[in-house]
């Protein structure tokens, strides 16, 4: 019939809903080097968490040696202060001795470690500040800039000139 449309249902076929292609098996020499790669980065991870471990080991029984001989020779530990970053400083609970000139890390009287540089507000300034210990390390700022980097145990004969000698504690 001329007159007539076909209703576009009608004449429009199906489309063909195919299947997702099929995954390729994957080929075992890919399998096998991605494993291996997998293997290998678990493996250099292990061996960085060992090395910053036995580094902190170590940091701490300098530290522990040096809270011996300043026990011993009386070296008196002082309030230490957190430093904003924008200036101005706030109370902290900690006694202990500062490592750097710039009183930005410290020791306390237990040979924690801490980083004495945040953000202050206005009540931090005025109530104080708690700050947490980290990790004590045998180099004070690494990865910053050029010129801020001091060995921990050079930073602690400056506390305590000679210390080292007069330690029963080796420090190897």
Do not use: C, N
Not at 10 to 33: L, M, R, S
Not at 81 to 107: C, E, F, N, Q, S
């Amino acid at each position: 019939m001329p007159g007539i449309q076909p209703s576009p249902d009608h004449d429009v076929p199906a489309p063909a809903h195919a299947d997702p292609p099929a995954a390729a098996p994957e080929d075992p020499e890919e399998a096998d080097w991605a494993s291996q790669r997998r293997e290998a980065a678990a493996r250099r991870a292990r061996m960085l968490r060992a090395a910053r471990s036995a580094e902190t080991a170590r940091a701490e029984r300098i530290v522990r040696a040096f809270l011996g001989v300043a026990s011993a020779e009386g070296l008196e530990p002082v309030a230490l202060r957190a430093k904003g970053y924008g200036g101005g400083t706030a109370r902290t609970p900690l006694r202990g001795w500062y490592l750097r000139a710039d009183r930005t890390v410290a020791i306390d009287v237990e040979g924690r470690f801490y980083i004495l540089t945040r953000q202050l507000g206005l009540r931090d300034r005025l109530l104080g500040v708690s700050p947490s210990p980290d990790p004590v390390p045998l180099t004070i700022g690494e990865g910053g800039r050029d010129g801020d980097i001091v060995p921990l145990r050079f930073a602690l004969d400056r506390l305590l000139p000679g210390w080292e000698e007069r330690s029963d504690a080796p420090l190897v």
